[in-house]
């Protein structure tokens, strides 16, 4: 069997977090840095903490606007249907004058 395969373990490895905490682990690096952890991580805070990184919050946010308002307007398929069921309408009420479809009395 090979010597040294392994890397070096150190027990007692800080971990710190951009938010200032740090932990102590067991592992293969002395120190490892991160952004977020289970200080300030919304998921076990319970609080919303955005990172905005070159505004894709803002456009995500001005997205979910957009997108509401799309679903208050009427689909293309139901305005379809709103105006042929208006030419329906039209058509047995007596028909368009000058067309076709004019009835006569």
């Given at each position: 069997m090979k010597k040294d395969l392994?890397?070096?373990?150190?027990?007692?490895?800080?971990v710190i977090c951009a938010c200032g905490s740090t932990l102590v682990v067991?592992?293969?690096k002395e120190k490892i840095s991160t952004e977020i952890c289970s200080q300030c991580h919304p998921f076990y805070t319970g609080t919303e903490k955005l990172i905005d990184t070159a505004g894709k919050?803002?456009?995500f946010k001005s997205r979910r606007v957009k997108?509401?308002?799309?679903v208050?307007?009427?689909k293309k398929t139901?305005?379809?249907?709103?105006a042929k069921a208006?030419?329906?309408?039209v058509v047995?009420?007596?028909?368009i004058p000058g067309s076709r479809n004019q009835r006569t009395k």
């Amino acid at each position: 069997m090979k010597k040294d395969l392994h890397p070096a373990y150190y027990e007692n490895a800080k971990v710190i977090c951009a938010c200032g905490s740090t932990l102590v682990v067991g592992s293969t690096k002395e120190k490892i840095s991160t952004e977020i952890c289970s200080q300030c991580h919304p998921f076990y805070t319970g609080t919303e903490k955005l990172i905005d990184t070159a505004g894709k919050v803002e456009r995500f946010k001005s997205r979910r606007v957009k997108a509401a308002a799309v679903v208050a307007t009427p689909k293309k398929t139901e305005r379809r249907r709103a105006a042929k069921a208006k030419k329906i309408a039209v058509v047995k009420a007596g028909g368009i004058p000058g067309s076709r479809n004019q009835r006569t009395k």
